[in-house]
């Protein structure tokens, strides 16, 4: 399978730089990951609504720009629909018989995604109640993915 991470902007820190190469060499036994990052807009403080609204719909013709489209893309989103570990495993070996080959997660930039975003998924997911850097939830998914296919393969993860 083949699996795409479109995300805005780059990773800047170290300690995640590290934790994302760490997944990314754990995930070679499992899947073709691609990770493709888009160039994240400046945001200046005190931006009006409008010009937040604007700064993410740039954002979004980006990512929409990058996606596949023979792919099921799955956008991470606060709002979207909250999945457990093996939900997501589940989630993703169903995919797999209804003969996809190849999955987008969607990671927006420090506003979030824009609705355009929203619309063009196939899947809303929300990772957690809580709110994550949109650096963080890139290791976070990295994880994940993981762990699915550890699931999916039926083997033991202890990390």
Known sequence: MK???IAVGSLKSDYLQLGVADFEKRLQNYV??????VKAKKIRKNLSQAQKEQLKEEEAEKLI???SNSSYS?????????????GLAKSIGNLQVQGYSELDFIIG???????LIKEEADYLLSLSHLTFTHE???LIILEQIYRAFKIINGEEYHR
């Open 74 to 86: 799955i956008a991470l989103d606060s709002q979207g629909k909250p999945m457990t570990s093996v």
């Open 136 to 138: 963080m939830v890139r």
């Open 32 to 37: 073709d990951l691609k990770i493709v990052e």
């Open 3 to 5: 699996v795409n991470l």
């Open 65 to 67: 720009a990058k996606l």
């Open 109 to 115: 930039g420090t506003l979030g995604l824009h609705d």
